[in-house]
């Protein structure tokens, strides 16, 4: 504590003493295409990676449309193999930038954010036909031929792309796979955060991926009346902050954040794209789906983010919204800025990347960790799309329809997930 | 670190097929009985499954129940039993700053609804078209909930009014040690002063059994300690749940609570599995914690699966570090995510006892050490992930 008030120290901790949290290399894979300059420039470009599902056939879904990672994806990819693929582009597009480590050897832990896995349909319908039973399907058939599956398709795991990755990239420890839903790939960033800050490494590797769009997370989305039914045409689905909103469209992507100790970036000469200056949380006790009419747990996570960065409201310039176009979401979402920034929230744009690359669910947080860091590198604030039909109860700066250049200097970014997981990242420039 | 603090575990909540809570685990393994388990229900698959348990106790309302699946409801209940063994339970002042770190599987399956289609698609003529139309109109929205294994964690905010903060790490025993990891270095470094931490694991489900039957895991056929399941090993799945209170001392001197024991050290660690390296990675841990452990009064609690060739892997190093050993896993079965904390929990009873409960099976050796104050507590997962964890009592 005693070196933070003195010289180069000084710099390179934060108020509270602790290590300044730096990134130092960034990996994107969205709907929008492979790498971030392809992705920043649509994304600032205003287009739309929602397009109808061409994976699987949709007959008898409410919902047809998706923001599918169709450059990677080839035939018959499960869920587990498409997200360790979008995680491991995004992790080598992160690290190489970054230029940390060496090849297969990463200083540091792997906080991934991963969907949550189980046994596929197709796996299941493989087993049943290779049982060829006589009596009724059902878990107890399957599990007689469940090795002799396992020897020719390979065995399912839960840890799988965790392991993989971990493998891959040659991170140190144990891969920690995190899943707060919605919000999992802020906690992970949060996790890294957190161990460099305890002083555990100097380096973490956090990815967040998702590539888990299936018919039966279609239909489970559906049923809890969650997704836009607004399927043609499909690029205008996404309707964020709009009167017209009426849910999210499900998506896949991942992005990969280098996070690292500020004195260890500047003394290895690494270029230094931002800084992590906070994260805060709050749970929600309400309901297991909805938030807190009052909006308390929201605004007490940005709160908890802002004094954890050392920073006041007044201090924030651009909030890069969860935005997810369900009516619930962007009222309460309002609701919770609205509160925590008081009248100053008409002179702070918030726009939601989720309007052009829809809800990348696990990996949202870190996706658009990724676009905030960059919206502070270019000093170009992202639009939110299909902003056609404002909702005169949120009156706030969207950023409509145009990306716009802005001086900012420091933005949020808000994720909020069902089971009442709420955090918030806030993130900087480079010091001075 | 030089800054930072110890951490003490304040609070136990333990439901496992012994029962519920600490002193029936202990009453049971004083006994002597042989372990509770069914190999009937499953066959040729041996299960260790809950006995009956009145949720009601925990989760007082049947709205709540009734949004959970079964792994939902024994976390709850567990967690439930360990907030109010720290003293934590109905005190929203207390509740509103206690984080959470929570180590799930998830993934619980309609049996009956899954069965029906794969029995339906074996005529189907449109195999998509019938899969999409059932599963639109066979799937509950509740079940949806049910999956997702964040909502363990958040059916826990619900009903117990845990709301700090929430994470849920996934990935098979190695998630259940990295949780009660990283909530020991939160503390230890003052990012949180209380956390609940925990998981759990409902063993006895056909869907839940295919999972692992792919790497031939399960324990069929005959059942047998532990340590001696060899040739083939296997692993006798259980339900159960599995939570701690991990404290600050400032903290919970602030409030009158009193510690069990205190967490002084959790490694984790993974490697590639070839031959050798489950006992390299366990020498290191050792080698590291070994300059804490005072060899008179102390003594380990083996998480060992019963899975081989971890569980031999495992014992090899035991024998070479030499002192007392007492496993779990025969008694209580194995939980997967939630056996750390399981074993965690059971440690602390040892410790208050001062002495190790009776040995089951082959590779429990020693005796109990005259002043027991330190145990090791071991965790080789089934396919990934070394942990081990000092704890020791509190004077």
Not at chain 1, 292 to 303: F, L, M, N, T
């Amino acid at each position: 504590m005693a070196e933070a008030s003195s010289g180069a120290a000084a710099a390179t901790r934060d108020k509270a003493g602790r290590p300044i949290v730096a990134v130092t290399g960034i990996g994107l894979v969205t709907s929008l295409g492979v790498g971030k300059s392809d992705n920043w420039a649509k994304l600032t470009g205003g287009v739309s990676g929602i397009r109808r599902v061409s994976r699987f056939p949709t007959e008898g879904l409410k919902t047809t449309i998706a923001g599918t990672v169709d450059d990677v994806y080839k035939d018959y990819m499960s869920p587990a193999e498409l997200s360790e693929r979008i995680a491991l582009l995004a992790g080598e597009e992160a690290i190489e930038q970054s230029g940390i480590g060496s090849k297969g050897h990463f200083p540091g832990p792997l906080c991934l954010a991963p969907p949550p896995l189980e046994v596929e349909w197709p796996a299941r319908f493989k087993m049943d036909e290779m049982a060829a039973a006589n009596d009724d399907a059902g878990y107890h058939v399957l599990i007689r031929v469940a090795r002799e599956y396992a020897a020719n398709f390979g065995a399912f795991r839960f840890g799988i792309v965790g392991e993989r990755l971990a493998e891959h990239f040659g991170t140190e420890g144990s891969p920690i796979s995190l899943n707060t839903a919605c919000a999992s790939g802020a906690a992970a960033i949060q996790l890294g955060l957190e161990a460099i800050r305890r002083g555990e490494c100097t380096a973490a590797l956090a990815i967040g991926a998702d590539g888990s769009v299936t018919a039966e997370s279609l239909v489970r989305f559906s049923l809890l009346s969650a997704l836009s039914t607004q399927n043609e045409p499909p690029e205008q689905a996404s309707k964020p902050f709009s009167k017209n909103r009426d849910g999210f469209v499900i998506a896949e992507g991942a992005a990969a954040l280098v996070l690292e100790d500020l004195a260890h970036a500047r003394a290895r000469g690494a270029r230094v794209l931002g800084i992590i200056e906070g994260c805060g949380e709050k749970s929600d006790s309400f309901h297991r789906t909805r938030s807190s009419p009052d909006g308390k747990p929201i605004v007490a996570c940005i709160r908890n983010a802002l004094a954890d960065a050392g920073v006041s409201p007044d201090d924030v310039d651009y909030i890069n919204a969860h935005g997810t176009s369900t009516p619930e979401n962007d009222k309460m979402e309002h609701l919770g800025v609205a509160t925590v920034f008081g009248e100053r929230i008409k002179d702070i744009p918030i726009s939601s990347n989720k309007s052009m690359i829809g809800h990348t669910l696990t990996a949202a947080g870190t996706v658009e960790a990724a676009f905030t860091l960059l919206t502070l590198e270019h000093q170009r604030l992202p639009p939110t799309i299909n902003y056609k039909v404002p909702d005169p109860a949120i009156a706030l700066d969207v950023v409509p329809n145009v990306a716009r250049d802005a001086h900012i200097h420091r933005a949020i970014s808000n994720s909020f997930g069902f089971g009442g997981q709420n955090v918030c990242l806030v993130m900087a420039r480079e010091p001075a | 670190m030089t800054d930072r603090r110890e951490v003490w575990i304040t609070g136990v909540g333990l439901l496992t097929c012994l029962g519920e809570g600490l002193e029936a685990a202990w009453n049971y393994f004083e006994r002597g009985e042989p372990p509770p388990y069914d190999a009937k229900t499953f066959a040729p698959y041996i299960v260790h499954p809950l006995p009956a348990v009145n949720f009601d106790k925990q989760i007082p309302k049947k709205s709540d129940q009734r949004q959970m699946e079964m792994w939902q409801r024994i976390g709850v209940y567990a967690a439930g039993l360990a907030l109010g063994d720290a003293g934590l339970a109905g005190k929203p002042d207390l509740l509103d700053h206690t984080d959470m770190i929570v180590a799930a599987i998830g993934g619980e399956r309609d049996i009956a609804a899954d069965s029906a289609i794969m029995t339906g698609m074996r005529r189907a003529e449109k195999p998509a078209a019938f899969l999409n139309e059932r599963l639109m109109n066979d799937l509950r929205p509740t079940l949806f909930l049910a999956q997702l294994p964040n909502l363990l964690a958040g059916n826990i905010s619900i009903v117990h009014g845990v709301v700090g903060s929430s994470r849920t790490f996934l990935g098979e025993e190695f998630a259940g040690v990295d949780a009660v990891r990283i909530a020991q270095g939160r503390v230890a470094a003052g990012q949180s002063e209380v956390t609940l931490v925990g998981g759990a694991s409902h063993g006895a489900r056909w869907d839940h059994l295919l999972c692992f039957e792919f790497d031939g895991a399960p324990l069929k056929d005959k059942f047998a300690p532990v340590w001696d399941r060899k040739p083939e090993g296997g692993i006798a799945y259980a339900s159960l749940g599995a939570f701690l209170v991990l404290e600050s001392p400032e903290h919970a001197r602030a409030r009158g609570a009193r510690p069990r024991a205190r967490i002084s050290a959790v490694y984790s660690g993974r490697n590639r599995r070839t031959e050798g390296e489950i006992e390299a990675t366990l020498r290191q841990q050792w080698e590291t914690i070994k300059p804490k452990v005072n060899r008179a009064g102390a003594a380990v609690l083996s998480g060992a699966t019963g899975i081989e060739p971890a569980t031999s892997a495992e014992r090899r190093v035991l024998e070479e570090v030499g002192l007392p050993v007492r496993n779990t896993g025969t008694y209580i079965g194995h939980g997967i995510e939630a056996q750390f904390a399981a074993n965690l929990g059971i440690g602390c009873l040892v410790l208050e006892h001062g002495a190790l409960v009776p040995p089951s099976g082959s590779g429990d050796a020693g005796e109990s050490p005259p002043s027991l104050s330190q145990l090791l507590v071991t965790s080789v997962g089934a396919w990934r992930g070394e942990g081990l964890a000092l704890l020791e009592r509190v004077n």
